[in-house]
């Protein structure tokens, strides 16, 4: 069975910091690993995602992440957040077995402040 | 024109009552899902639907009947509607490759259930 975990349910941070959101899997099979976003009100966006290949991610705005197939780690960095990054973000897994069936951890609330 | 389009988008209702959410997508995606995310935003997957076929089916209690009359439409009915049923309830699509996956699902914007 396959399972993610996101450490932290919340993570306050000023406009133009630095961020990581972290993201823990366990599967006994290979995986597929993604992000996906949550504006408020809004269903999900794709994010990014790690299917092969060169295990650092990234997306159209700033955001990258790192497969660790040592850690069983997906974590989510930003080098510079903006107000409009806040949002809920949840990490997920998929494995071989196709339909892209995605399980989901319980999310992480990014909040910017000015 | 939106992509999954999920209604209604608000459903206020009483224990014991049966009501339905629809939901369509026009991106001409085979596979279809449904998402419930409860009060503290965690997302289980329900069922899904591969070109009108059941595909996935999890651990849902049989007063959830979904129907798929053809591939760019999957609802959801609830029966006898009870307290914990209250929920954000999200539609997905998906173009699934032939194999392994690609993890693009498209959601709607989700259709907020409140039993009273």
């Known amino acids: 069975a396959q399972s993610v975990t996101q450490l932290d349910s919340q993570v306050p941070v000023f406009e133009e910091a630095p961020v990581e959101l972290r993201c823990n899997y366990s599967?006994?099979?290979?995986?597929?690993l993604f992000w996906y976003v949550q504006y408020p009100n809004q269903g999900l966006q794709l994010l990014l995602k790690?299917?092969?290949?060169?295990?650092l991610v990234e997306s159209i705005n700033g955001f990258e992440a790192e497969f660790n197939k040592s850690q069983t780690s997906f974590h989510l960095r930003k080098p510079s957040v903006h107000i409009s990054d806040t949002a809920e973000y949840f990490c997920?897994?998929?494995?071989?077995?196709?339909?892209?069936?995605?399980?989901f951890g319980a999310g992480t609330r990014l909040a910017v402040h000015p | 024109d939106t992509a999954v389009s999920q209604t209604p988008k608000y459903l206020v209702t009483q224990m014991g009552n049966d009501k339905s959410i629809k939901c369509e997508q026009n991106?001409?995606?085979?596979?279809m899902y449904w998402y419930k995310q409860d009060s503290k935003k965690f997302l289980k997957i329900m069922f899904s639907?591969?070109?009108?076929?059941?595909?996935i089916n999890e651990t849902v209690p049989n007063r959830f009947s979904p129907k798929s009359p053809d591939k760019a439409h999957l609802n959801l009915h609830i029966n006898s509607l009870e307290l914990g049923d209250s929920a954000v309830y999200f539609c997905?699509?998906?173009?699934?490759?032939?194999?392994?996956?690609?993890?693009?699902?498209?959601f709607g914007e989700g259709s907020r259930l409140t039993v009273l």
């Open positions: 997920a897994v998929s494995g071989p077995g196709g339909y892209n069936k995605l399980i």
């Open positions: 790690y299917l092969s290949g060169s295990t």
């Open positions: 639907y591969n070109n009108k076929e059941l595909i």
């Open positions: 599967s006994s099979v290979s995986v597929y």
């Open positions: 997905a699509s998906s173009q699934v490759p032939r194999a392994g996956a690609d993890g693009e699902l498209f």
């Open positions: 991106l001409g995606h085979d596979t």
